[in-house]
């Protein structure tokens, strides 16, 4: 392991409305962790960050609100994850209708998440979490106003914001968080480069190391192929010509996607490694308690072909990246019962599965949040559901939960962000879904 660290300078309904004013009242009247706390702890530990000596500094600490101790942890699980395989809605009747191949039967042995939904098999590894009620799942969730290719969608994410078109903003959100709950103090550990937490006055890299690599996507039987191709081939005419074309352009199609989903998981820690790493995370978190924030990314959804359903490529990405959610868990130990993490994609997956057995970049997909302070054992958010006018665009999952909307509380009753601080934030944004109160 080894770690380095880098400064900064600062740089930047269906609910109504008194609903919310009632939910953010609420939260104003949690008692929050006075500043001198955060000063005495920050002095402790922070020698790799800048000069604290002045006035400036001291009084930026006294005013500090982060609530010693508490940490919040995203897990980016970068492709694209499929939701509907996540968090399978198998009580709805046109779930196997889009999905003949890649659709999990009811009795394929995953837990039963309440509300007609089961969580993947391979997944088996948070089971227990929910069963204690310290998992909770959130379907049809994303940014509303995202795009749906890998690279301004992650822009976005790193933004806070689908207003950045995927232009890369001149800070990222976490950056954003770290400074309003610490200001120049604030310390957090990373693993992975992200714009997510640009603008961060201090980070620590956790180096991942070298560890297991994608096995790559599968592609079909191109022996099936080849045989058709040569029967067609001795018949001649017309129908061995169109056969020809029409292989070639689908050779060339999957091509493009196996291109694109190499270059989604660039940057992020394979799901094989992370199913190790997690726990080593988890342990580094658990010494560096001073720090508020933490982010890693997990590679390996981006699944446009050989998805597969209970078994295949998909679960295996699955069972991987729930090892190492419960591995960071209990590597924190006793600090799991401070530590709130929370896994989502940049974005989910079509509704209908493709021409490969996979399914393409779409819209609405789930998001995880789990840890000791989580009120979990349960299902949050609305259900669009897969009816055709339900969809969005008529493809995708429509997006049900804004994922700052998920984030906004946790970083307000967990983390004790002061609420009028949520701006800053997430710029532009306000609060118009039902805050879930997914943390206790």
Not at 108 to 115: A, P
Not at 316 to 340: F, I, P, S
Not at 380 to 393: S, T
């Amino acid at each position: 392991m080894s770690a380095q660290t880098r400064e900064y300078g600062r740089v930047g309904g269906k609910v109504r409305r008194r609903d919310v004013l009632r939910w953010l009242a609420g939260i104003g009247a949690l008692g929050l962790v006075p500043g001198p706390a955060l000063a005495r702890k920050a002095g402790r530990s922070s020698g790799e960050g800048k000069a604290e000596a002045g006035g400036k500094g001291r009084e930026t600490a006294a005013k500090a609100p982060w609530r010693t101790g508490k940490q919040l942890v995203v897990v980016l699980l970068q492709g694209g994850p499929d939701g509907l395989s996540v968090a399978a809605p198998v009580a709805d009747p046109l779930y196997p209708f889009l999905r003949p191949t890649t659709a999990l039967p009811a009795d394929c042995g995953g837990v039963d998440l309440g509300s007609g939904f089961l969580l993947h098999p391979a997944l088996s590894a948070l089971a227990p979490l929910f069963a204690k009620k310290q998992l909770a799942v959130i379907p049809a969730c994303a940014m509303p106003g995202q795009g749906t290719s890998h690279g301004p969608a992650l822009a976005q994410f790193a933004a806070g914001t689908p207003t950045a078109q995927g232009k890369r903003s001149q800070s990222g959100w976490l950056g954003r968080l770290a400074l309003a709950l610490a200001g120049e103090r604030s310390q957090m550990l990373v693993a992975c480069q992200s714009d997510a937490y640009d603008g961060a006055p201090h980070y620590t890299m956790i180096a991942p190391g070298r560890g297991e690599s994608l096995p790559g996507l599968p592609v079909e039987d191109q022996a099936l192929f080849a045989a058709v191709g040569r029967l067609y081939g001795e018949t001649g005419g017309a129908l061995g010509k169109a056969f020809a074309a029409g292989r070639e352009d689908r050779q060339e199609v999957l091509a493009k996607l196996l291109e694109e989903s190499r270059r989604a998981a660039g940057g992020a820690i394979p799901a094989p490694h992370f199913a190790e790493f997690g726990q080593h995370f988890g342990r580094e978190l658990a010494k560096r308690r001073d720090a508020a924030l933490g982010f890693v990314s997990v590679g390996g959804f981006d699944t446009h072909s050989g998805q597969g359903a209970a078994k295949g490529y998909l679960a295996d990405r699955l069972r991987e990246t729930g090892q190492g959610l419960a591995g960071m868990l209990a590597g924190l130990g006793q600090a799991a019962e401070d530590t709130v993490i929370v896994a989502l994609g940049e974005f989910g997956r079509s509704a209908r599965e493709n021409a490969f057995g996979g399914t393409d970049n779409g819209l609405g997909g789930v998001m995880l949040v789990l840890g000791g302070p989580v009120v979990g054992g349960r299902i949050y958010g609305e259900w669009p559901g897969l009816a055709g006018h339900r969809l969005a665009g008529g493809r995708d999952v429509a997006v049900a939960t804004d994922w700052r909307d998920v984030i906004a509380p946790i970083a307000v009753r967990h983390l004790g962000l002061p609420e009028k601080k949520v701006g800053d934030v997430f710029p532009g944004f306000a609060p118009v879904s039902a805050p879930p109160g997914i943390v206790g």
